[in-house]
Every structure is written in C-alpha cells, then in structure tokens.
C-alpha cells in the first residue's frame, strides 16, 4: 500500500511539474515553482515520522492537499509578480506590489484555512485531530513557502520566466 501511495504522489507531483512549466512557459520555472510544495510534503512527512504518525488513507491526503494549495500559491504568487514586474520594470518594486496584494490574499486564505481545520482538535477522535493540524501546518508550509522561498530562489537563480509576463496569463484581481 505504501509503495502505491508513494508512486502515486510521485505521479502527481510530475503532472504538477508539467503543468506549471506549461503555464509559466519555463522548466526551471516549474522546478521552481515546486520547491513549495516539495518543502511542504517533506515536512509533513518528517513531522508525521518524528511523532510516529503511521501513514494511513486519511495521513496520505494531507499530500495531496499539499500538492493542491501548494500550486494555487504558487501559480498567484508568480503571476501577480510578474504583472507587477511588467507595470514597474522594478524586481524589488514588484516584490512588494505582490505582497501587498496576493500575498496579503495568501495570508487571509492560510489564516481562516488553517483556524477551519484547527477546529478538529476538539474531535473526539485521533484520526480527526491529526488531521486537523497537519492539513492547517500544510497551509502554513505551503504559504510561507510560495511567499519566501518561491521568490528567494527565483532571485538567487536570476530566473527570467519571472520577469516575463505572456498574455496568456489571465488577470486576476487578488
């Protein structure tokens, strides 16, 4: 069972990859991208082996939701970044345009998210309450890393897909 949930997520997180190095228009800007998400299972899974947290149906989906919030950061975070970047023509102007608008939106939706699932520690159950704080450290995991790491390696990586700005992008007003 094990091995079959571990190919699976391994199968999801390369369909993950493909269709966001579709949507950026970039390889490295899909590897990127990942990075987040990639940070937040490993530290759900560490977290899980270090309290002895066996891996189970309902364990598992703490990945996949991982996978799921982790692309929709991800996807906001550098889209709005490079609207930003192609109204200012300023990497660290653009920053700051984006956090003050999605990130501030990551904030908000990590935030009630996370207070949402924290409400299953009342549970009477285990299996319940873990799930309730694993998914809420997974939104917090997921947002931290889409708004810190996401564009620290962009940065340190002078990644251009970032500052390439395709009409393909649709405008989200966040």
Not at 75 to 92: K, P
Request: hydrophobic share 55%.
């Amino acid at each position: 069972l094990k091995i079959s949930q571990a190919q699976s997520l391994g199968m999801a997180l390369l369909l993950v990859l493909s269709l966001l190095a579709l949507r950026l228009g970039s390889l490295l800007g899909g590897l990127i991208s990942l990075l987040p998400i990639l940070l937040t299972v490993i530290l759900n899974f560490g977290a899980m082996c270090t309290l002895g947290i066996p891996l189970d149906n309902a364990t598992m989906m703490i990945a996949c939701i991982a996978i799921g919030i982790g692309i929709d950061y991800s996807i906001h975070f550098t889209s709005r970044f490079r609207r930003e970047y192609a109204a200012h023509g300023d990497s660290h102007l653009a920053l700051q345009h984006t956090f003050l608008t999605t990130g501030r939106a990551i904030v908000v939706n990590t935030l009630t998210v996370m207070l949402g699932f924290l409400v299953l520690l009342f549970s009477g159950t285990v299996p319940l309450q873990r799930f309730g704080w694993l998914t809420a450290s997974t939104m917090l995991y997921s947002s931290l890393g889409a708004m810190l790491l996401l564009p620290a390696v962009a940065f340190a990586t002078g990644a251009a897909y970032m500052k390439r700005n395709k009409r393909s992008i649709p405008r989200q007003e966040v």
